[in-house]
């Protein structure tokens, strides 16, 4: 899954957290990960529980995603699959 590290204090931590609908929403938690080359790195990941049922996104988000991709080359499958998938009720 294509994604970026970025080195963030506590602050913008807490930021981010209010931001992504932490902890009510979606949860987070620290996974190893790895860069381009190779490098292990430990970084906090937003990810939705389980028991949570994931909503559609909307064209907008997609949209700001999309864009957000494309300037940085990011592969648009998994982009491409989440606006095709329906939310599991």
Request: hydrophobic share 30%; net charge negative; proline share 7%.
């Amino acid at each position: 899954m294509p994604g970026l590290l970025y080195t963030v204090s506590e602050r913008d931590l807490a930021n981010l957290d209010s931001c992504e609908g932490y902890p009510g929403f979606y949860r987070r938690a620290l996974y190893s990960v790895y860069d381009e080359e190779g490098i292990q790195h430990l970084a906090h990941v937003y990810y939705l529980p389980q028991e949570k049922v994931p909503n559609r996104p909307t064209p907008e988000y997609l949209d700001l995603i999309g864009r957000a991709y494309k300037k940085l080359n990011f592969g648009r499958n998994s982009l491409e699959g989440a606006s095709l998938n329906e939310s599991k009720e």
